[in-house]
Protein backbone atom coordinates (compact mmCIF):
# COMPACT_ATOMS: atom_id res chain seq x y z
CA UNK A 1 0.00 0.00 0.00
CA UNK A 2 1.61 3.47 -1.03
CA UNK A 3 0.46 4.89 2.40
CA UNK A 4 2.74 2.77 4.55
CA UNK A 5 5.29 4.48 6.25
CA UNK A 6 9.14 3.56 5.13
CA UNK A 7 11.25 4.56 8.08
CA UNK A 8 11.15 5.43 11.86
CA UNK A 9 13.00 8.23 13.92
CA UNK A 10 15.67 8.25 16.66
CA UNK A 11 15.66 10.58 19.48
CA UNK A 12 17.48 13.61 18.20
CA UNK A 13 19.94 16.23 20.11
CA UNK A 14 18.96 19.17 21.40
CA UNK A 15 20.69 21.50 19.07
CA UNK A 16 18.05 23.49 17.24
CA UNK A 17 16.39 26.97 18.23
CA UNK A 18 12.42 27.80 17.89
CA UNK A 19 11.32 31.29 15.97
CA UNK A 20 11.14 32.33 12.33
CA UNK A 21 14.04 34.76 11.33
CA UNK A 22 12.57 35.56 7.79
CA UNK A 23 9.62 35.61 5.67
CA UNK A 24 10.00 35.90 1.83
CA UNK A 25 6.67 37.08 0.44
CA UNK A 26 6.23 35.82 -3.65
CA UNK A 27 3.58 36.85 -5.46
CA UNK A 28 1.84 33.96 -6.68
CA UNK A 29 1.96 34.17 -10.43
CA UNK A 30 5.60 35.12 -10.23
CA UNK A 31 6.41 31.29 -9.72
CA UNK A 32 4.92 29.08 -13.05
CA UNK A 33 6.88 25.73 -11.96
CA UNK A 34 8.53 24.10 -9.52
CA UNK A 35 10.97 21.00 -9.18
CA UNK A 36 11.58 18.56 -6.73
CA UNK A 37 15.23 16.56 -6.05
CA UNK A 38 15.15 13.16 -7.05
CA UNK A 39 17.58 11.58 -4.23
CA UNK A 40 15.76 8.72 -2.45
CA UNK A 41 14.44 10.41 0.86
CA UNK A 42 14.39 13.79 -0.51
CA UNK A 43 11.41 14.05 -3.22
CA UNK A 44 9.67 16.00 -1.39
CA UNK A 45 12.32 19.04 -1.47
CA UNK A 46 11.74 21.53 -4.01
CA UNK A 47 15.06 21.98 -6.25
CA UNK A 48 14.25 24.79 -7.89
CA UNK A 49 11.29 27.26 -9.35
CA UNK A 50 10.66 28.49 -12.30
CA UNK A 51 9.55 32.21 -13.10
CA UNK A 52 12.38 34.05 -11.85
CA UNK A 53 10.59 35.43 -8.95
CA UNK A 54 11.34 38.10 -6.28
CA UNK A 55 10.96 37.02 -2.98
CA UNK A 56 10.23 40.24 -0.99
CA UNK A 57 12.46 40.06 2.29
CA UNK A 58 10.56 40.66 5.44
CA UNK A 59 13.31 40.54 8.72
CA UNK A 60 10.96 39.17 11.95
CA UNK A 61 12.05 38.96 15.72
CA UNK A 62 9.83 37.61 17.94
CA UNK A 63 6.13 37.15 17.72
CA UNK A 64 6.11 35.62 14.26
CA UNK A 65 5.59 31.62 13.92
CA UNK A 66 4.34 28.78 11.53
CA UNK A 67 2.21 26.29 12.73
CA UNK A 68 1.17 23.49 10.20
CA UNK A 69 -2.23 21.42 11.27
CA UNK A 70 -3.13 18.05 9.56
CA UNK A 71 -6.41 17.56 8.99
CA UNK A 72 -7.57 14.03 8.37
CA UNK A 73 -11.00 12.31 7.79
CA UNK A 74 -11.37 8.71 8.00
CA UNK A 75 -15.00 8.92 6.23
CA UNK A 76 -14.75 11.38 3.43
CA UNK A 77 -11.31 9.97 3.00
CA UNK A 78 -9.23 13.24 2.66
CA UNK A 79 -6.34 14.72 4.29
CA UNK A 80 -5.16 18.60 4.01
CA UNK A 81 -3.00 20.72 5.95
CA UNK A 82 -3.80 23.94 6.99
CA UNK A 83 -0.28 26.45 7.25
CA UNK A 84 -0.63 29.20 9.17
CA UNK A 85 1.93 32.09 9.49
CA UNK A 86 1.03 34.50 12.29
CA UNK A 87 3.64 37.75 11.71
CA UNK A 88 4.28 40.80 13.81
CA UNK A 89 6.00 43.76 11.88
CA UNK A 90 7.13 46.13 14.60
CA UNK A 91 6.92 50.10 13.37
CA UNK A 92 4.27 51.46 11.30
CA UNK A 93 4.98 53.41 8.42
CA UNK A 94 3.59 54.52 4.81
CA UNK A 95 5.66 52.03 2.92
CA UNK A 96 4.41 48.73 4.96
CA UNK A 97 1.11 50.04 5.24
CA UNK A 98 0.66 49.71 1.28
CA UNK A 99 2.15 47.10 1.14
CA UNK A 100 -0.14 45.27 4.05
CA UNK A 101 -3.21 46.44 1.66
CA UNK A 102 -1.76 44.59 -1.38
CA UNK A 103 -0.95 41.45 0.73
CA UNK A 104 -4.65 41.54 1.86
CA UNK A 105 -5.82 41.38 -1.67
CA UNK A 106 -3.44 38.93 -3.09
CA UNK A 107 -2.95 35.52 -2.62
CA UNK A 108 1.10 34.99 -2.10
CA UNK A 109 3.16 32.64 -1.58
CA UNK A 110 5.31 32.69 1.58
CA UNK A 111 9.05 30.96 1.91
CA UNK A 112 9.56 30.84 6.02
CA UNK A 113 13.12 30.81 6.93
CA UNK A 114 13.98 29.71 11.09
CA UNK A 115 16.93 30.05 13.19
CA UNK A 116 18.39 26.76 12.02
CA UNK A 117 18.27 27.90 8.32
CA UNK A 118 15.36 25.85 7.23
CA UNK A 119 13.29 27.18 4.28
CA UNK A 120 9.43 25.99 3.71
CA UNK A 121 7.30 27.46 0.94
CA UNK A 122 4.31 28.43 2.65
CA UNK A 123 0.96 28.08 -0.13
CA UNK A 124 2.85 25.89 -2.82
CA UNK A 125 -0.18 25.23 -4.45
CA UNK A 126 -2.79 27.43 -3.49
CA UNK A 127 -1.63 30.69 -2.21
CA UNK A 128 -1.58 32.06 1.32
CA UNK A 129 -4.67 34.65 2.10
CA UNK A 130 -4.17 37.20 5.10
CA UNK A 131 -7.15 36.26 6.92
CA UNK A 132 -6.54 38.66 9.64
CA UNK A 133 -4.38 41.87 10.61
CA UNK A 134 -4.78 44.30 13.15
CA UNK A 135 -2.83 47.81 12.93
CA UNK A 136 -2.35 49.13 16.57
CA UNK A 137 -0.67 51.51 18.60
CA UNK A 138 -0.39 50.70 21.94
CA UNK A 139 -1.89 52.61 25.35
CA UNK A 140 1.23 52.53 26.85
CA UNK A 141 4.90 54.14 26.22
CA UNK A 142 6.39 50.63 26.16
CA UNK A 143 3.65 49.07 23.98
CA UNK A 144 4.15 48.11 20.32
CA UNK A 145 2.92 49.98 17.26
CA UNK A 146 3.02 47.30 14.93
CA UNK A 147 1.12 44.98 12.80
CA UNK A 148 0.10 41.63 13.53
CA UNK A 149 -0.74 39.28 10.45
CA UNK A 150 -2.13 35.90 9.86
CA UNK A 151 -1.85 34.36 6.71
CA UNK A 152 -3.41 31.15 6.12
CA UNK A 153 -2.85 28.79 3.45
CA UNK A 154 -5.18 25.42 2.62
CA UNK A 155 -2.99 22.73 0.86
CA UNK A 156 -2.63 18.88 0.44
CA UNK A 157 0.57 18.93 1.98
CA UNK A 158 2.85 20.03 4.75
CA UNK A 159 5.08 23.03 3.42
CA UNK A 160 7.77 21.80 1.35
CA UNK A 161 11.15 22.84 2.30
CA UNK A 162 13.72 24.41 -0.38
CA UNK A 163 17.11 22.91 -0.89
CA UNK A 164 18.89 25.55 0.62
CA UNK A 165 20.73 26.50 4.14
CA UNK A 166 21.31 30.28 3.70
CA UNK A 167 19.64 33.03 2.23
CA UNK A 168 21.81 32.95 -1.12
CA UNK A 169 20.68 29.45 -1.30
CA UNK A 170 17.49 30.92 -2.39
CA UNK A 171 19.10 32.43 -5.76
CA UNK A 172 20.43 28.72 -6.51
CA UNK A 173 16.70 27.80 -6.40
CA UNK A 174 15.68 30.17 -8.99
CA UNK A 175 14.52 33.44 -6.31
CA UNK A 176 15.81 36.51 -6.29
CA UNK A 177 15.86 38.20 -3.02
CA UNK A 178 14.31 41.69 -2.23
CA UNK A 179 15.68 43.52 0.80
CA UNK A 180 13.50 45.43 2.48
CA UNK A 181 14.06 48.79 3.43
Known amino acids: MSCDISAGRLEPCKNVQGGVKCLYIINFEDITGITYLTTAGNEDVIEAVTG ?3 AYKYEVRG ?6 SITSDRTAGTTFVTQTITAVLKKQDIATHKQVKLLSWGRPRVIVQDYNNNFWLCGQDNGCDLTTGAISTGTAMGDASAYTLTLVAEEAMSAPFLDCSSESGLSGNGITVVAGT
Open 63 to 68: GTNLEQ
Open 52 to 54: SPN
